[in-house]
């Protein structure tokens, strides 16, 4: 029997019995996913589990939700001996990555209120977590963007992330600093590993160089092209790697861009997804946008790493959770500048 309680909620019915589940949930996607099955005899039943596209719904996990959103897709496969019924579906937000925004001005108005003002028609509602109250000045979007591309080009100028909460709602957050207390351990609980390191895009020096309007006490080369520098002391041989900043920039903020560059560069090399027998730690469910260590040394890595992605699992296996994890620096964020008035979001 599986350790935890599984049912779909479908427009107040709950169906539960199901012998295959996935639900996935990453801080790469802004709404979460899942596919539900169930194989049985027919018995005497000539009408399939009236779950249809498009109806609301909830996969709750003992009770608790972890999905809220839609069915998308409805399979059904049958024989003279069994059929079988596939449900899946995504959170609200999933309408947000499908659907055109209209053309809207941010000029004057703050990422929470325009989010507000995006998000009520789809019954989405937005939840706070990082600070992003500064008004815009100039900021629009494109003609035929998404809610979903308006709103994260938006997020990105106040370095701030988008995702879901499982209870229908969009979350503006970043990374979170609280910490998973059981530790991920070769020979202890960790059933598999697969890890990828790359250093395809990293580079020994980060140089970035921008535009200035100088001053009384700062002109000549230094007001044209301020300069920072951040090293890599990873990458061993010669590759030095330059970036021209789009803004008008200070040699301070050049430094913190190249800083930001190489950070990010090493977090996304460095990916490991780790396989683990059942669905909960010691504080609940595995869930991404938290720290946890890492201790594997078949791999080399003893470290604290990002819980960026999470997938639970039951099939013929029993119930397995395949963790996604990084080092935190993956998705660090650097607020940007607002385009020009006439560029709209990129």
């Not at 059933?191 to 009384?216: E, I, N, P, W």
């Not at 029993?318 to 080092?327: D, Q, R």
Request: net charge negative; hydrophobic share 40%.
């Amino acid at each position: 029997m599986p350790d935890h309680d599984v049912r779909l909620k479908v427009d107040g019915t709950l169906y539960g019995g199901w012998t295959s589940i996935t639900i996935n949930r990453s801080m790469e996607q802004v709404a979460g996913s899942f596919e539900l099955a169930v194989s049985e005899r027919w018995a005497g039943q000539d009408v399939v589990r009236p779950i249809r596209p498009g109806m609301t719904c909830s996969v709750l996990v003992d009770g608790a939700p972890v999905i809220t959103g839609h069915v998308d897709d409805v399979s059904v496969d049958y024989d003279a001996r069994s059929h079988t019924v596939t449900v899946s579906g995504r959170d609200a937000t999933g309408d947000l990555v499908d659907c055109s925004a209209p053309s809207i001005q941010f000029s004057g108005r703050t990422l929470p209120g325009v989010a507000r003002e995006l998000c009520a028609p789809y019954g989405i509602g937005v939840k706070i977590e990082a600070p992003c109250a500064a008004a815009f000045q100039r900021l629009k979007n494109n003609e035929g963007d998404s809610v979903y591309e308006t709103l994260e080009a938006a997020a990105r100028v106040r370095a701030v992330l988008l995702l879901s909460d499982g209870l229908g709602n969009l979350v503006l957050s970043r990374v979170s600093s609280s910490r998973v207390s059981t530790p991920l351990v070769l020979g202890t609980n960790i059933l598999s590993c697969g890890a990828r390191f790359s250093g395809r895009d990293r580079y020994s020096v980060y140089t970035v160089k921008g535009q200035s309007s100088g001053s009384d006490d700062w002109f000549g080369e230094s007001a044209a092209q301020p300069a920072g520098q951040a090293r890599d002391k990873g990458v061993g041989r010669h590759r030095p790697l330059t970036v021209l900043a789009e803004e008008q920039i200070d040699p301070a903020a050049a430094a913190e861009r190249a800083q930001w560059e190489r950070n990010v560069r090493y977090g996304r090399g460095r990916t490991m997804t780790v396989t683990v027998r059942g669905w909960s730690h010691a504080g609940g469910l595995w869930a991404p946008n938290r720290l946890v260590t890492l201790r594997d040394a078949f791999i080399g890595v003893d470290q604290t790493l990002l819980i960026s992605g999470v997938s639970l699992i039951l099939s013929g296996q029993g119930e397995l959770a395949e963790l996604t994890v990084c080092p935190p620096e993956a998705f660090a964020l650097l607020a940007l500048p607002e385009p020009d008035e006439d560029e709209g979001l990129m």
